[in-house]
């Protein structure tokens, strides 16, 4: 079984302060790891994923996150925020398994309000 | 949202009427997909499709159906044994590169209203 844990529903930051937004995940065996972003009735738009390599994986908007295996832990963050960053942030996670549906977990969400 | 397109952007429905929801893709994707969200429980997988004329269940099935005749379109039925089908329907697609690390992209949602 795979679950994505955001431990956070609300995460307010004010305009250009660094913003962190956290996402853990458990699975069995190696995980691939996806930040989607949600706009008021609006899809899903997507941000940047994990595959291997560096831990390090830059996506759109400026956004980075980190893998961090041994904490189990990818976490969404950019330098200096923006009031238009102001949206539903969604974690998501996929593990490769042969003969299996390799569909993504999606955790909670985190509202991040940028305050001006 | 490009190359995705979902209809109507909003549905209402009377209990005990069927409704479908459309979804269309012009990025030549194999794989194509159906979520539910409610507030604060993220989305859930209804049913999904890797190829034409197969689909299988997600999570959630129960009071479900789709078909999946062309490439391009996977229409998802939300038929009356649905019982609290209120919610934000999403629909997405992917290359299915057979290792999982392709990238689901999504459509605009339909919300749907149960009056």
């Known amino acids: 079984a795979q679950s994505v844990a955001q431990p956070e529903d609300q995460v307010n930051v004010a305009e250009g302060n660094p913003l962190t937004v956290k996402c853990t995940y458990s699975?069995?065996?190696?995980?691939?790891l996806f930040w989607y972003v949600q706009y008021p009735n609006r899809g899903l738009q997507f941000l940047l994923k994990?595959?291997?390599?560096?831990?390090l994986v830059k996506g759109s908007y400026g956004f980075e996150a980190e893998f961090n295996k041994s904490q189990t832990s990818f976490h969404l963050k950019k330098p200096s925020a923006l009031v238009s960053d102001s949206a539903l942030y969604f974690c998501?996670?996929?593990?490769?398994?042969?003969?299996?549906?390799?569909?993504?977990?999606f955790g909670s969400g985190t509202q991040l309000t940028v305050l001006p | 949202d490009g190359g995705i397109t979902q209809s109507p952007k909003y549905l209402f429905r009377k209990e005990g009427q069927n409704v479908t929801l459309s979804c269309e893709q012009n990025?030549?994707?194999?794989?194509m997909y159906w979520y539910r969200q409610d507030p604060g429980q993220g989305l859930r997988l209804i049913y999904y499709?890797?190829?034409?004329?197969?689909?299988q269940k997600g999570d959630i099935a129960e009071g479900y159906s789709v078909s999946r005749e062309k490439k391009e379109s996977f229409p998802l039925t939300v038929t009356s044994a649905q019982k609290n089908p209120t919610a934000f329907y999403l629909c997405?697609?992917?290359?299915?590169?057979?290792?999982?690390?392709?990238?689901?992209?999504f459509g605009p949602g339909t919300r749907l209203t149960v009056l």
């Open positions: 998501a996670v996929r593990v490769s398994l042969s003969g299996s549906a390799r569909q993504l977990t």
């Open positions: 997405a697609s992917s290359i299915d590169d057979g290792l999982a690390t392709d990238t689901q992209y």
């Open positions: 994990y595959i291997t390599g560096d831990n």
């Open positions: 990025l030549n994707h194999d794989a």
């Open positions: 699975v069995s065996g190696n995980p691939y």
């Open positions: 499709s890797q190829i034409v004329n197969d689909f």
